[in-house]
């Protein structure tokens, strides 16, 4: 019932670990060889990799865990999936009916517990029910905003026969999807932009899920409108336009900070106002009207108080306001961010022999001109993957932004490249973040995925260390680690490493990993105090942006990005 | 903080009313009181929560209420015109001497007596919040055992209420193709 549900859906990969409740599946897997299956080697990493298979190529992930730890372990992967939308399935094992509610062995609440975090889940009582729970599921996942979901199956239901006969309609009162934006909206919208002097846009991941990249690029050059981007918008709009400007946020660029805060009209596209985005929401864009298209009606007014409310798909409301947006040039607005962006290069990287993170992003950049999927982890490596790597590719930045779940990267890096085999993944790590997943190295190398992974090593967990150097006067408590040495790590996992200590080094091992075949490591040792500028304190607003130090004035330009304008 | 009455309509199926809950208490909002039962369509139920809150809080509640999946409509009645009862049993020590005069006072209130023992009655009273805390009140003199009450149960006046079914699209009252 399980697998046929599956293929009928068109599910190709699954990502799972076996245990008592779901051996009966299992045993019937081989029975479906158009379902691929790959054993990760710990729960959370079956959803995560479900999770970045789901952000890479547009379907649903799906995972699979026993009942019981199996489950419990699936919980921060489906979490993650929950606050950055990711359309995953994650089908459970429960103990078999007669032994719910008794504290069986492995036995777990875990519908309960998954409650809140997903979209919907279902407690499947009866055999009979699992095609409609199935249709419903991918149904939900797939529409509106995306989001997880969990099926939780006893042992005993798994076993049960029953005709299968799997529904072509869902019948769900209760699921309203606001598509179209409403025409009136959409008219005070293009009203409001053909009024605006200082106009900025602001695109959330809502625009890659949408995939309106074409309906954005159209809107921003038709009206001449700045775009800057949130951590999980990177991606949606080329960085290397002469519209954009960056992300914006606690370590967006400071010009792109500086719009917002003197933009009068804002344009906020997919996108959830979270706090690292609007910095003191009080302050946020203190001269702008907003307009806010979500396809969730519950984000509208959330945190910022909204002018133009418009419930939608992106792409659908873009469409449709494009044709009402007239052409316009705002050259003075352009002029007047281009000034901050000379004056203000968030993107400069000192001219110095310690080998900089920054310099590593970017020779990643370079070598892989800019053409990779980069997956990172949560914390200073996150940040310097999203500001030193410019993202023109659409939907090529996966990161876990609402929840920054650290240990996504090395899980989610292996979803991609298996749901994105012919693109070159690179997996971009923090030496802390890395420890904690470090076991699905394994599932790489069973699974022959050519993941390129970059350890931004520090011997610190690096972004608490900052926050304590700026705002706990450096006491370093509980920030300072030691690790393997993760070449041998890597190596005794049966892939082949590098470690890079110099500047010189670093093209020579990007470019070895490049050419391996298969999944290579490379171990930065990084300046070990490095601080990710600029950044914008905690309770601060978006226009008190904290600069880099001045340290070294001697800078490398911008001339990469700057030759690359007009792509 | 003020008082909200919110009305649901919502699907029969475990774990609606948890879920509910849980938007609630995940906000660290009381909930003063919740009310389910049938509605006039099978599997579907209605709902009447009364909670304390900020109103762009509760508002910001209502629409996530509103984004379940079970749920098929949420409305804040606060501000409607409206009429919400409760229902409540109360029961009161007796003796000889003051039976009478508790009899008395329930007639006043149109409250019934629903059942009599030796030591003494059990009321239901059914009204709005200040009529059932007035007779709690007056009777509380005589010693109350036990009080029960449902929470209140509310329905906007006149014509098709915020969440009434009749308004609801032929689409959405289909059958789906698998029962």
Known sequence: MVCESLVREGVEVIFGFPGGTVLPLFDTLPRYPQLRHILVRHEQGAAHAADGYARATGKVGVCIATSGPGAANLVTGIANAHLDSVPIIAITGQVARPFIGKDAFQELDITGITQPITKQNYLALDVASLPRIFKEAFYLARTGRPGPLLIDIPRDVFIDQAEFHYPNKVDLPGYKLTLQGHPAQIKKAAKLINEAQCPLIIAGRGVNISTAYAELKELAEKAQIPVVTTLLGISCFPESHALSYGMLGMHGMAYANFAVNDADLIIAIGMRFDDRATAKVSAFAPNAKIIHIDIDPAEIGKNVRVDVPIVGDAKAVLQKLNKQVTSAQHIDWVRQLDDWRRKHLSTNIRDTDQLLPQYVIRKIYEVTRGEAIIVTGVGQNQMWAAQHYWYNKPNSLISSGGLGTMGFELPAALGAKIGCPDETVWCIAGDGGFQMTIQELATIVQEKAAVKIAIMNNGYLGMVRQWQELFYRKRYVATPLTGPDFVKIAEAYGLRGLKVKRNEEVVPAIETAMAEPGPFLIDFKIEPEENVYPMVPPGAALSEVIEEPKKEPKVITDSAKLSVSNI | ?179
């Open chain 2, 1 to 179: 903080m003020t008082r909200h009455t919110l009305v649901a309509l919502v699907e029969d199926k475990p774990g609606v009313l948890n879920q509910m809950a849980s938007l609630f208490r995940r906000r660290g909002f009381n909930i003063e009181s919740i009310a389910v039962g049938h509605s006039e369509v099978p599997h579907l139920s209605r709902m009447t929560i009364v909670v304390n809150g900020a109103a762009a809080m509760v508002e910001q509640v209502r629409k996530q209420l509103d984004k379940l999946i079970d749920v098929v409509k949420v409305s804040d009645i606060t501000g409607d015109d409206i009429v919400a009862r409760e229902l409540a049993l109360i029961k009161v020590k007796t003796t000889s001497s003051t039976r009478s005069e508790i009899i008395e006072i329930a007639d006043i209130f149109r409250a019934n007596i629903i059942d009599v023992a030796s030591d003494s009655l059990t009321i239901e009273i059914t009204g709005d919040e200040d009529k059932i805390d007035s007779l709690f009140n007056l009777l509380r003199g005589f010693g109350i055992r036990e009080i029960a009450r449902t929470g209140c149960i509310a329905m906007t006046r006149g014509g098709s209420g915020p969440v009434s079914t009749d308004k609801r699209s032929p689409k959405t009252k289909e059958k789906s193709p698998n029962k």
